[in-house]
């Protein structure tokens, strides 16, 4: 539980529009949706994953690290690390369970199957996009277990995009047309105030010695 006290004193310690900036971000941030992806090799594509998320309201992206762990490119993502939480897992199989036990859909994208095109996804549903690697598509282990197959529509020579332009493409269409809707898919009071102070945290460079005085004056 979020110490308000706490947060508020933190809030002093920001400028107007950075308190100004937080509070509008965080009314258009959502975690209806996520992204998943699925040891993808190019370090960037990640990076840019993770951007795109930030970008279109997207809180929590998840990376699964089963044969290629790297670190996320600072450059590329934009600073974006800071702003969404990333929830990162050793096997496919962990995320899986994860993302069924906060209840998401998996929804596999993939250019091969034609189960659903993105016009005509259904945004009512708690959803996680999975993206696979960039050769080899998402594993067998996601396609088995996915509940949804979801593609873009293509009309060229090509037979897919990039994985990062993939990401972006799905996540403009969906939040769109989800904060077009009547649902509520905005963080809880709860959930943003948490943000807030996780923000506050990331922004201040003496956070945890103004922490520890807040504290020792409060006794």
């Not at 509940?147 to 995009?161: A, H, N, Q, R, Y």
């Not at 990401?167 to 269409?173: C, S, T, V, W």
Request: hydrophobic share 35%; proline share 1%.
């Amino acid at each position: 539980m979020t110490d308000i006290k706490l947060l508020e004193h933190l809030e002093t310690y920001l400028t107007d529009s950075r308190r100004a900036k937080f509070a509008k971000v965080l009314l258009q941030r959502t975690k209806h949706f996520t992204v998943a992806t699925e040891d993808v090799y190019q370090l960037h594509n990640t990076s840019a994953v993770i951007r795109s998320c930030d970008v279109f309201g997207i809180q929590e992206v998840n990376i699964v690290e089963e044969r290629n762990s790297k670190r996320i490119d600072r450059e590329i993502a934009m600073g974006a690390q800071k702003w969404v939480d990333l929830n990162r897992f050793n096997t496919v199989q962990d995320c899986l369970l994860d993302l069924k036990q906060k209840n998401y859909q998996i929804v596999a994208t993939t250019p091969h199957t034609n189960d659903c095109e993105l016009q005509d996804f259904d945004i009512s549903k708690k959803s996680c996009f999975f993206f696979g690697r960039e050769t080899e598509g998402l594993s067998q282990e996601v396609l088995n277990q996915a509940d949804c197959f979801l593609k873009i529509p293509m009309v060229g020579f090509t037979e897919s995009l990039n994985i990062s332009v993939s990401a972006a493409i799905i996540l403009q269409h969906v939040t769109t047309k989800l904060k077009q809707s009547n649902m509520d898919w905005a963080l809880t009071e709860a959930e943003q105030l948490e943000k807030r102070l996780d923000w506050c945290k990331k922004t201040i460079k003496s956070y945890d010695d103004i922490v520890k005085r807040f504290y020792e004056v409060k006794k």
